[in-house]
């Protein structure tokens, strides 16, 4: 019994050396003799990957989500229309008050003229009324110097020039849209007309100088003129105007005296048509002052 145990100890060993054998490779190694080299032969891992599939997931959306989308949309383009509005608004308000206080400078000096104009044709008149009278209280072919300066005086005059810069520019720029007084707007058109009715009257008015002149040509004599202002830079007189006569062509008397009664007509009615545009000035420089609260322009 115990030989057989030992065989049976004996023939695993041999067959585990033989196994090991089999896993030793015998490689040369030069004159030191043989060296063994073990190679460990390891099995091929296989590894087990996992595939992933995209998962799409869908689902239908209902009409309220449909309607909030739509609605924050609207909003969203509601808003910016209305703060661009806003905006432009902010700009137009800002330039409507530049046009207006410019215009004030404007009807300022527009009243500034009407002022000196107006005391001007004052003092027309009474000149006129002052040859008027002398010549019908006086029937002599000789007149004093001093007549002859008043009727002289009478061909002077100051034509109206409007300072229309900015109205033109509201005109033509379409700038009257800007306005949103409404009784402003129609201030302005109103003593716009008036101006353009001025400038008709003025060219009656220049009329009616220009044949004053020629009839001042035709009644004083010019040679009895000619020896009152002569003078030259060597020959310096002083001019001794209620002792020195002038002669007069007596036939174109009564022609000249009937154009002064139409020329002070026309200087009266000239005056009268002058305030009532000095008063539209005057009513629409308060009126931009109070609307847009510019008082201290």
């Known amino acids: 019994m115990i030989e057989e145990e030992n065989l049976e100890a004996q023939s695993k060993d041999d067959s585990a050396q033989s196994k090991e054998i089999a896993n030793e490779i015998i490689l040369p190694a030069g004159e030191a003799g043989l060296q063994k080299q073990t190679i460990e032969v390891k099995e091929p891992q296989t590894e087990i990957m996992e595939t992933h599939h995209p998962h799409h997931v869908t689902h239908k959306k209902k009409w309220t989500e449909y309607l909030l989308e739509f609605l924050m949309l609207f909003f969203a383009v509601f808003l910016g229309f209305v703060a661009e509005n806003i905006r432009e608004n902010s700009v137009e308000r800002h330039r409507e008050k530049q046009f207006m206080s410019a215009l004030i400078k404007d009807l300022q000096l527009d009243s500034v003229q009407f002022s000196r104009i107006r005391t001007g044709n004052a003092y027309k008149l009474k000149l006129t009324d002052s040859v008027i009278t002398y010549f ?32 033109d520019q509201l005109k033509n720029s379409g700038g009257l849209r800007l306005i949103t007084k409404r009784t402003v707007v129609d201030s302005i058109q109103g003593y ?18 220009v044949k004053n002149i ?9 040679q009895s003129l000619s020896q009152l202002f002569i003078d030259t830079m060597y020959n310096k007189k002083t001019q001794d105007l209620k002792n020195t006569f002038i002669s007069l062509n007596t036939v174109y008397l009564s022609e000249y005296l009937n154009h002064l009664r139409e020329f002070r007509f026309l200087i009266f009615e000239d005056m009268k048509l002058r305030d009532q545009i000095a008063l539209k000035a005057f009513n629409l420089l308060s ?11």
């Open 214 to 222: 020629d009839l001042l040509q035709k009644l004083f004599d010019g």
């Open 136 to 167: 019908g209280l006086n029937q002599n072919k000789t007149i004093p110097a001093t007549i002859y300066g008043k009727a002289f005086e009478l061909i002077r005059g100051a034509a109206f020039f409007q300072n229309s810069g900015t109205i």
């Open 192 to 209: 716009d007309l008036g101006v353009k009715r001025l400038t008709v009257r003025d060219k009656f008015e220049v009329d009616e100088v």
């Open 287 to 297: 009126l931009i002052k109070k609307e847009y609260h510019l008082e201290n322009e």
